[in-house]
């Protein structure tokens, strides 16, 4: 389903190159759990800004269902999107939206109908947990909440792969297992799910796949992996 | 209407309502650059009403030596209408004349008196010439100086008047550019700080426009909001100008009048409604929606 293959990408830092990812290559399956792990700088985060074409590697391709995501035009970027789901470390919530306009927004741009809009909204509301927050602002709600709604509004469109990049970095343990528990959830009804942590004691109780990084290299990838650095 | 468009305009209007703090800044700004403009428009009516009335005050006349006869009155009317400079003439005979001075000077019983002192009538026949503007007599001057009458003249007073004239002329035409330039700066300056807010506005608002790009927006998903909030402020912008320009010269023309008597400016600005507010949507419309276009560009690279 998707494929990365000799990435890399390389930053230029003055005159000085900084190499945030050198030749790495994986596959992640339709419908699997696959966490990235590592700490800090270690490329994860450039890795699924790369997925998501915010950026271009420097050199190696990326296929999602065998199209070569950097060889989209610009105007075919939107639409390539609309199949992902990303949930930010920030929650990059509009903070102009309330928590259920936030969620309307990705169907609106898809084009589905007031109606469809009004049911999708509220189901995932529901499935989040957060059905009694819908009309208040991102400023309005914790942290946890927040995390929720950015969740809520990447799954419900129904994506083919959700991303998220360190969903439960601001968090609380009480609410770092709510979210994981969620993303597993989702995962269970047959979403990919690609998820970038440095967070310890969830990829230990998961026990799904892991892929480490360290210095922007590939240095373990396991079938039920366990965070190792 | 179509349903992302209709969800572009709820969308725009949803936050130019939610800023409303930056939007009625952007506002405010606008009504001073489409103030700017508009006091320009006035200003140019104002100096053109002012050159207009001067120069229909400007004449030209020709003093005869004697009483000139018909045949010749009839020669010398016909060979100055062939000058295209000329918008008319009048042949005022010495009996005239006198009618006319007396009728003036009715009142005035010291020149009453010395015209009964010196008896007969002092007066010359005049013949008087209008031009179609105050720059052409000049030339209507030197064409009689060396016309086939010449020698029935006595004198021409445009050399006397013709100091005056121009100075008259000249500083109309300074007031007239020196404000036309001072208002077309001003203008620029008042354009430029609406497009800055404008700017400024859609900056501040660059990490959302990310997010809408990362999520799926389209760029006219994205960019047509910020288009709507913008004609928003401008259509507002022009409402409130439309409206202290009315009340304001409504109160004012009276007084203006007075001043300049008239010149009607509440009457030449709702005269001239369809203009007014074709300038002011261009300016305001325009500029908030140009604005917002071009700030726009940028944050949608991602």
Known sequence: ??????????????????????????EVKPQEFVSIVGRSGAGKTTLLKLFLAEEKPSSGNIYFEKQ??????????PSFRRDIGVVFQDYKLLPSKTTYENIAYVLEVMGASDADIANDVVRVLDLVGLTNRAQSFPEELSGGERQRAAIARALVHQPKVILADEPTGNLDPYHTKDIIKLLTRINEMGTTVILATHNQDIINSLEKRVVTLEEGKIIRDEERGRFTL | MNASLKRIIKSGWTGFRRNSGLSLATVFIMVMAISLVTSLFLLQKTTGYLVTALSEKVDMAVYFNEEPSTDEIDV???????????????????????????????????????IEEVGGNPLLASLNIKAFEATQYAAISSFIDSASFKDLISKVDYSEKKPAIDKMFSLTSTISNTGIGLSIVLAIVAVLIAFNTVRIAIYNSRDEIETMRLVGASNWFIRGPFLVQGMIGGLLAVLITFLVFGITLWFLSPKIDMIIPGLNLFSYFFGSFLVVIA????????????????AMRKHLKV
């Open chain 2, 76 to 114: 010398i009317q016909k060979e100055l209408t062939g000058l295209p400079e000329i918008k008319s003439l009048q042949y005022i005979s010495k009996e005239e004349a006198l009618a006319k001075f007396i009728a003036r000077h009715q009142n005035e019983d010291v020149i009453m008196e010395s």
């Open chain 1, 68 to 77: 070569d995501i950097h060889q989209i035009k610009p105007h075919h970027l």
């Open chain 2, 279 to 294: 300038l002011q949507l261009a300016a305001g419309v325009g500029l908030g929606a140009c604005a917002s276009w071009l």
């Open chain 1, 1 to 26: 389903m998707i494929s990365f293959r000799n990435i890399t990408k390389v930053y230029q830092a003055g005159t000085k190159p900084i190499v945030a990812l050198s030749n790495v290559s994986f």
